[in-house]
């Protein structure tokens, strides 16, 4: 039986990890915790790993991330405050990886942070994986159990709304 390769894989899923759990839990913090525990069962589980393809283990790891989010959300049955700044600024966002940000001032940020925050949480989690996990529409519908459509319509919502909220906050004009 092949060996399941620990150090590939977080090299390869820690970013998606992370930003599943940080769109969801809206708390750095938080999101590093689940981000390893995610990796702690996936130890435990690096027999059933080994036999999976790539594809299945970004997707058995997605959904233990996302697993872990839900239940520390009803675990704490608490509000989470509406601040995105490890999108932008947290200790995986680097500047270089992500060269788009680096244009935006931090008045533009926080502007964007508070339209992403605004948005539903279904076209928010569509909006962080895209742009800050890096993954292609067909990958989030994998995770996600959806159609590509799906996905791509979530974004196209998403995008509108982000463009309305920033127009009705007078960023953008025209």
Avoid at 25 to 32: G, N
Avoid at 43 to 65: N, P, S
Avoid at 104 to 125: C, H, M, S, T, W
Wanted: hydrophobic share 35%; charged share 30%.
């Amino acid at each position: 039986m092949a060996k399941w390769d620990f150090d590939a894989a977080y090299h390869a899923y820690a970013r998606m990890v992370y930003w599943t759990a940080y769109g969801i839990l809206k708390s750095d913090s938080d999101a590093m915790d689940v981000s390893q525990d995610t990796f702690m069962r996936a130890i435990k589980h690096e027999r059933e790993l080994a036999g999976m393809t790539d594809a299945q283990q970004k997707g058995w790891l997605y959904r233990v991330a996302y697993n872990l989010c839900m239940d520390k959300k009803r675990r704490e049955k608490r509000e989470f405050p509406s601040d995105t700044e490890a999108l932008f600024d947290g200790p995986d966002t680097d500047e270089s990886a992500l060269p788009e940000l680096s244009a935006l001032n931090n008045e533009q940020k926080r502007l964007v942070r508070g339209a992403i925050d605004e948005l539903p949480a279904v076209y928010r989690e569509t909006v962080v994986l895209h742009y800050f996990s890096g993954l292609a529409y067909e990958e989030i519908a994998s995770l996600s159990g959806v159609s590509e459509g799906t996905v791509k319509s979530r974004m196209s919502r998403a995008k509108g709304k982000l463009l309305e909220t920033l127009k009705k906050g007078g960023e953008i004009h025209g």
